[in-house]
């Protein structure tokens, strides 16, 4: 993490600690709701990116997780 600060910290919405790392995709769902994916962890958000699900995961039909 960077120590950099950042340039108007008062417009801060939210803070978001994970150890998902750099290689996370982001996907709005039809019902306006926000999937994140990092490899085989999985979150939604309901309110646009400000809260967020705790982690879980999902397996494909042969029962192998999706990632």
Same mark, same amino acid.
């Given at each position: 993490?960077?120590? +950099?600060?950042? *340039?108007?910290?008062?417009?801060?919405?939210? +803070?978001?600690? *994970? /150890? %998902? @790392?750099?290689?996370? *995709? %982001? +996907?709005?769902?039809? =019902? /306006?709701?926000?999937?994140?994916?990092? /490899?085989?962890? %999985? *979150? #939604?958000?309901? =309110? /646009?990116? #400000?809260?967020?699900?705790?982690? %879980?995961?999902? =397996?494909? @039909?042969?029962?192998?997780? +999706?990632?």
């Amino acid at each position: 993490m960077s120590n +950099v600060p950042m *340039t108007r910290p008062e417009e801060l919405l939210a +803070v978001h600690e *994970t /150890g %998902f @790392g750099h290689s996370s *995709t %982001f +996907v709005q769902l039809h =019902d /306006g709701r926000i999937l994140h994916a990092a /490899g085989e962890n %999985f *979150t #939604i958000s309901e =309110d /646009g990116g #400000i809260t967020w699900s705790e982690p %879980f995961h999902r =397996d494909d @039909g042969n029962g192998n997780p +999706v990632g």
